[in-house]
């Protein structure tokens, strides 16, 4: 299985990116989906999940992207998306997109698949 981001680059703040994901190889509709991002010089958090259909997609997001961040899946298409409005320089980072989730104790501790990483980077 495998997962391809694109859809980064570089644009001024307050600007707008949308991210996708493809995945190969398996089918991911009934996975917990999720995008991570790794800024310079600090730890890589997660910025935003979604549920599969059967757990009623829902979305879960980082206070600090919070209505201006938007995760959503085509099931069909076997694709991931972040829409990304009011882009500001702490956005800056790879934004790595990831599936089926690893569960220990019921917390998601991990994903079984990651892809590659795209690069964002927001000027000021």
């Known amino acids: 299985a495998q997962l391809v981001e694109s859809g980064g680059g570089s644009v001024q703040a307050g600007g707008s990116l949308k991210l996708s994901c493809e995945g190969s190889?398996?089918?991911?509709?009934?996975?917990?989906m999720a995008w991570y991002r790794r800024a310079p010089g600090k730890e890589r958090e997660l910025v935003a999940s979604?549920?599969?259909?059967?757990?009623?997609?829902?979305?879960d997001y980082v206070d600090s992207v919070k209505g201006r961040f938007t995760i959503s899946r085509d099931d069909p298409k076997n694709t991931l998306y972040l829409q990304m409005d009011s882009l500001n320089t702490e956005d800056t980072g790879v934004y790595y997109c990831a599936a089926c989730a690893a569960y220990t104790g019921g917390v998601i501790t991990d994903y079984h698949y990651w892809g590659q990483g795209t690069q964002v980077t927001v000027s000021s």
């Open positions: 190889g398996y089918t991911f509709d009934s996975c917990v």
């Open positions: 979604i549920t599969d259909d059967f757990k009623g997609f829902k979305k």
